[in-house]
Every structure is written in C-alpha cells, then in structure tokens.
C-alpha cells in the first residue's frame, strides 16, 4: 500500500471510530443515580421525590429528552457518616452519568464534595444547605428545591411584619439545616425589630421534645420558629398542641413543619402558619395538571418533596435537549441547565448563578389538612449565595 493509500484508511477508520462512539452516546440509556432516605425519619420525602422524578418520565413516554434511562439506587438512610461511600458506589461501580440526591444536608455535604472530586453532575432534589449553592458551588451542581435560608428569611420578616410579633424563641434539630434555618429565620426577624430571646436544639433525628415544651412555656415568647420535617415534624406539631402551647404560643415554621404531613398530624396542625416555595391550592394549570397526574398514579396527595423530584427530571430533560441528547457534552448541558425556564408546579423558576431556585416563597395556612396560600410572603426571592465563587 502507498504511504497516501495507508494514510487515507488510517483516516477513514478513525473517522469511523469516531462517528460510532458518538452514535453510542446517542443510544446508551442515561444513567441516573438516586442517592435518597428510603428508611428513617426522611424516608417518605426520598420516596417523594423519586414518585416526582418518575412522573415527568411517565409523561415523556419514559425518556428524558429522548433518551432511556436507567436508575441505580441507594439508601442513604439521612446518614452523612456513610455519604463518601454511598456517592462513590455510584460513580465508580456504577459509572453514573448523573447524581441526584438528596433530602438531608448533611448528607448531600458529602455528595457535593464527591460531585466536585470527581466531575459528575449532581442535581440536587430536596437538601438545603447553604453552602451546597454557596462556598461549594460548582458548574456541575445545581439544586431544584430552595437553599435553607429562603423559607426562613421569609417567616422571619413575616413573623414581624405581619403577625407583629416583638420575640421568639426557636427550636430545631442541631444539624445543618435545622441551623441555617434558625439563621435565616432570625436575620428576616431581627432586620424588623423582632428579637430571638433563646435557642433551643435536639440532636437529629430526636423527637423527644417533653422538656424542650417546658422551657418554651416559661420563657413565654410571643412567637415560636422551628425547622421540623418528616416524621419528625409529625411529632412535634402533635406534642406542641398536646402540651396545650398551640392556642397560647403561636407556632411557625417553615413550611417543611407541615408538608407531607398533614393527614398524621390532623387537627393538631389546623391553623398553622408556615412559608414555602409551595402550597396545595395554587391557581396554576401546571400545578394542577401535576396533582391529578400524581393523584392517579400514586394514590397519594403530592407535596413539595415530589415537585422537587419533578423539577429535577424537567431541569436535567432541559440539559440534554441543549446537548442533542448527548449527556458527554457536560458544556451544553450545563448551559441548557443554567438558562432553563422551569415551568414547575410551584410557578416557573430559573436559576440563579450559583444554581439555585429563584422563587416566590408562599405564606401558607393548614386548612382542613391542606397548605392553602394566604398571600406571597417574599416575591421572587433568590438566595444571596454568600461565599459562592463562580
Ligand atoms: C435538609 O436537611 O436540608 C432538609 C431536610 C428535610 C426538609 C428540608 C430540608
């Protein structure tokens, strides 16, 4: 063969080489891994935010912007001990193409620090802790819930603003989220002439919360601010009424106190007031086309956690519509991700540039086991993404 001849096929082949990788990423089915609580307090947010998840697949014929999927799951059981390992199992047995995960912030700390690691993609559905959009944020991390802070900040202002309260007394589980929230709570309080006179804590996931009650009902605040979720927060709303505090110490929270909840919590809850970037009763043709989807193919209300999970599928379908379907191309995708307008049961959002929601943050009411809206507390409300470098 001439040089030229051996030349042009070494071409041709690796032309060819090329066109059949690329036809390959086109055919591979995408591969998702779900990090979330399946058992523990948090387990029914993970299973939640996976029915969320499944749902947009359902109604896109089982494919994310054209393209299978294939899931592999694990049981992070809220536990940021096992979180390295749990995320790693993922990426590097599993090969990934993308983490999403998860409800617990501690937790998805971990899953963070591997996302950055390794340079896998992660959206995550639910946790939301601060720094994950702010000292750690990152091109491949985005978030589809709201950052600690927001709901926060929001009942704080509304706390003062509205309900005129001049103190509070807070209470939440010691962890990250319990105390951004206590944070956020304080600083919208505080920035209105409200002070904070003591605050309280439990380990998570405690629920023995007897002499917590106790020294709330001595200290006599005007107001009570707590970060509760899950079968937690069940707990709690039904021993604060029991303790008989309910009519004489109004209780706020937010909306994660009330959400999901509702139908174990019962009377206990009537009344209360929480803020959220969602509520059940929404004017939204989205929204309620997203109700009886989830209705009909759950058996099961749905609650922020499962617009959470649907809201991931929309965002990572955005991505992959951007690339042509073709997850490697991390750039496009990322781009479609950070410029997508997500028409969310919530009412549409986009992100902010540290990838996190901006949103309206609803001021809700229990009424006859629903979080109805009342009013919009804080209107497009984004995070300030303190410490966020990007
Ligand atoms: C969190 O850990 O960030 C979290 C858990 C449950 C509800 C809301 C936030």
């Not at 409800?103 to 340079?119: E, L, P, R, W």
Request: glycine letters at 8%; charged letters at 25%; a positive charge.
């Amino acid at each position: 063969m001439t040089p030229l001849r051996l030349t042009r096929t070494l071409l041709a082949t690796a032309l060819a080489a090329v066109l059949s990788t690329a036809a390959q990423a086109q055919n591979d089915k995408i591969k998702i891994g779900l990090m979330l609580p399946y058992t523990g307090t948090y387990a029914a947010l993970g299973t939640a935010i996976e029915n969320g998840f499944r749902l947009y697949l359902d109604e896109n014929g089982g494919k994310l912007a054209g393209r299978e999927v294939e899931f592999f799951k694990v049981d992070d059981e809220s536990d940021p001990a096992k979180a390295p390992e749990n995320a790693n199992k993922l990426v590097k047995r599993d090969q990934v193409d993308v983490l999403v995960g998860t409800v617990h912030s501690g937790v998805a700390m971990g899953m963070a620090k591997v996302a950055k690691d390794t340079n896998t993609l992660l959206i995550v559905p639910n946790a939301g802790a601060d720094a994950i959009t702010g000292p750690l944020c990152a091109p491949n991390i985005f978030r589809t819930s709201f950052t600690n802070w927001q709901p926060a900040y929001a009942m704080g202002l509304v706390a003062a603003e509205k309900f005129k309260h001049k103190t509070a007394v807070t209470l939440t589980w010691k962890y990250a989220a319990g105390d951004e929230s206590v944070r956020g709570f304080k600083e919208g309080f505080e920035s209105k002439g409200g002070k904070v006179i003591k605050e309280l804590s439990l380990p998570f996931p405690n629920v023995e919360f007897q002499a917590l009650l106790t020294e709330i009902a001595a200290l006599k605040p005007d107001a009570v601010y707590v970060f509760f979720a899950g079968g937690g927060a069940v707990k709690f709303v039904k021993d604060y009424a029991a303790a008989g505090l309910k009519d004489k110490i109004p209780l706020y929270g937010a909306g994660f106190l009330t959400d999901g909840t509702l139908e174990a919590q019962g009377e206990a809850a009537n009344g209360l007031f929480t803020t959220l970037h969602y509520a059940d009763d929404l004017p939204l043709i989205k929204d309620k086309a997203f109700r009886f989807a989830y209705a009909k193919t759950y058996k099961l209300q749905p609650d922020v956690y499962a617009v959470q999970g649907y809201d991931a599928a929309q965002l990572l379908a955005a991505g992959l519509k951007a690339a042509g379907g073709d997850i490697k191309k991390r750039d496009a995708v990322v781009q479609g991700m950070r410029t997508a307008k997500i028409d969310s049961p919530r009412g549409m959002f986009t992100m902010s540039k540290a990838h996190n929601p901006i949103q309206d943050i609803y001021l809700r009411k229990v009424d006859n086991k629903m979080n109805r809206s009342v009013s919009i507390a804080v209107k497009q409300l984004e995070d300030p993404a303190r410490g966020c470098k990007m």
